[in-house]
């Protein structure tokens, strides 16, 4: 893979991502406040992949790839994310907390993909635990703080985060596969797990109830989490991948947890403890560590 750097379009996209990534998180939350969090799921793929079937052919690649994406990134990551933001987590903490993918990744490649973890590798996920046990410890239930329910939650959506990373490598070995259309037709397979979800969980009444009281804000949110959430950022994230090293492509995601702190702060005047913050800042140096450690390393070797 070509060792050029970033053209000033990637940048431009790379920092898209992160906008949209960051800003996501708040987005979640006001949809969660008219949606129940199975619908939400089932409403936000829906929307991301019934309008364009007909438009776009279905990926290069066997089946069960595209299944396997939809339901560990679809209903795994976004049921357990959902979920947690409705049960008491805070917007802030997910977008930090979120980032235990990289370290989840690492910790499935190794055994699943055959892939040998560096040294430095190790010590940013050791330290960025250090930070996840902080951030932890500092939970409550009074209104405006992280519940543990909603903690474990979105690790939990960490952790499918990185299994669904863990099959977007594998078909990565079968050859080269055009990013829009995979994203398109894996969000068809989550639809009906959530709506099932959704009518147990909540009942008809409920379902039809929200569905039939849907306002903009909601519908908005929704648009948002689709188009730009899923179509968009996962698409250009992609390509990036595919034209430079992840090296180069996967540090701007330390800039996600900036963001979603900041969003949380302007719109749900969100403020972290002391605790949380401390935590928060290992868990970056940890990204930081895992990310740029190895490239440090060879620079001085």
């Given at each position: ?5 970033l053209s ?12 949209i990534w ?16 199975m ?8 929307a ?13 690649l ?15 990551q ?21 980032q ?10 190794v ?9 430095t590798?190790?010590l940013?996920l ?27 939650l ?8 990185a ?10 070995r079968?050859g080269d596969?055009d ?9 068809v ?10 009518l ?28 730009l ?10 390509q990036?991948?595919k034209?430079h ?6 540090p ?6 900036v963001?979603?702190?900041w969003?949380?702060w302007m719109?749900?005047n969100?403020?972290?403890l002391l ?21 440090w390393m060879?620079?001085?070797?």
């Amino acid at each position: 893979m070509s060792a050029i750097p970033l053209s000033r379009g990637d940048l431009l996209r790379a920092l898209a991502v992160v906008v949209i990534w960051g800003l996501n998180f708040v987005v979640m939350k006001v949809g969660l406040q008219g949606i129940g969090p199975m619908l939400l799921g089932a409403l936000r793929f829906a929307a991301a992949s019934l309008p364009f079937l007909l438009f776009v052919r279905f990926p290069n690649l066997p089946v069960r790839y595209v299944l396997a994406y939809g339901l560990a990134q679809g209903l795994g990551q976004f049921g357990f994310l959902f979920l947690g933001l409705s049960l008491g987590m805070t917007v802030g903490m997910a977008s930090v907390v979120m980032q235990t993918q990289a370290f989840f990744t690492l910790l499935l490649a190794v055994p699943l993909l055959g892939e040998r973890a560096r040294a430095t590798q190790w010590l940013g996920l050791t330290v960025a635990l250090s930070g996840l046990v902080l951030i932890a410890t500092a939970h409550g239930e009074g209104p405006g703080q992280m519940t543990l329910a909603g903690f474990v939650l979105t690790l939990g959506a960490g952790f499918m985060w990185a299994v669904s990373n863990i099959v977007v490598r594998l078909a990565n070995r079968l050859g080269d596969y055009d990013p829009l259309p995979f994203i398109v037709w894996s969000s068809v397979f989550p639809i009906l797990p959530f709506l099932a979800l959704a009518l147990w969980m909540d009942g008809p009444q409920t379902v039809l109830a929200q569905l039939a009281g849907l306002r903009w804000p909601a519908l908005l949110a929704v648009l948002f989490l689709a188009w730009l959430a899923t179509l968009l950022a996962y698409t250009l994230w992609t390509q990036l991948l595919k034209r430079h090293p992840a090296g180069r492509v996967t540090p701007f995601s330390l800039l996600v947890p900036v963001v979603g702190l900041w969003s949380a702060w302007m719109f749900f005047n969100e403020l972290p403890l002391l605790q949380q913050w401390l935590g928060t800042g290992l868990v970056l140096l940890g990204l930081v560590v895992n990310q740029l450690g190895g490239w440090w390393m060879a620079r001085r070797a």
